[in-house]
């Protein structure tokens, strides 16, 4: 084979692969699922994951760094006999009233946060709030 065949075909292999290529960049990516922005999952992702972590066991980036470390959030109805205390999770996570036998809050006040706008019912506040307790009640007893 000549230098000038072996050239020639070496530039076709490379135009077919740079066609490949482009061809496989040109195809349309896959749509993405719908988020849905009211959803108990949504909101763990957003305001939670961060310290309790993706799956809720407490290992979230930001936990190295807190004083306190973050709860298993896997295992709150394990902590209560086996029974998730649905109210008792939802006035931990709303914040804005003070529970005297847990002392002064460890964790930011959300019932706030989960506004959207000043004049926003309390009653989206409470549903937001109602969508991550039943979001956290099926991350129970889910393996780490």
Same mark, same amino acid.
């Given at each position: 084979?000549? $230098?000038?065949?072996?050239?020639?075909?070496?530039?076709?292999?490379?135009?077919?692969?740079?066609?490949?290529?482009?061809? #496989?960049?040109?195809?349309?990516?896959?749509?993405?699922?719908?988020? !849905?922005?009211?959803? =108990?999952? +949504?909101? +763990?992702?957003?305001?939670?994951?961060?310290?309790? /972590?993706?799956? /809720?066991?407490?290992?979230?980036?930001?936990?190295?760094?807190?004083?306190?470390?973050?709860?298993?959030?896997?295992?709150?109805?394990?902590?209560?006999? /086996?029974?998730?205390?649905?109210?008792?999770?939802?006035?931990?996570? !709303? =914040?804005?009233?003070?529970?005297?036998?847990? /002392?002064?809050?460890?964790?930011?006040?959300?019932?706030? $946060?989960?506004?959207?706008?000043? =004049?926003?019912?309390?009653? $989206? $506040?409470?549903?937001?709030?109602?969508?991550?307790?039943? +979001?956290? #009640?099926?991350?129970?007893?889910?393996?780490?």
């Amino acid at each position: 084979m000549s $230098v000038m065949t072996r050239w020639l075909a070496g530039g076709v292999v490379l135009f077919v692969l740079s066609a490949a290529a482009v061809a #496989e960049q040109a195809r349309p990516l896959a749509p993405r699922p719908r988020q !849905d922005y009211t959803s =108990g999952e +949504y909101f +763990y992702r957003a305001f939670c994951a961060s310290c309790h /972590g993706p799956g /809720g066991a407490g290992d979230g980036v930001v936990a190295r760094i807190l004083r306190v470390p973050p709860p298993d959030l896997t295992r709150i109805a394990l902590r209560h006999s /086996g029974q998730f205390p649905a109210e008792e999770v939802y006035r931990a996570i !709303d =914040g804005r009233r003070d529970l005297a036998p847990h /002392g002064p809050g460890q964790m930011p006040v959300w019932g706030d $946060v989960l506004k959207v706008t000043e =004049g926003q019912s309390e009653a $989206v $506040v409470a549903q937001r709030i109602a969508a991550l307790v039943r +979001y956290l #009640e099926s991350l129970q007893g889910k393996p780490r």
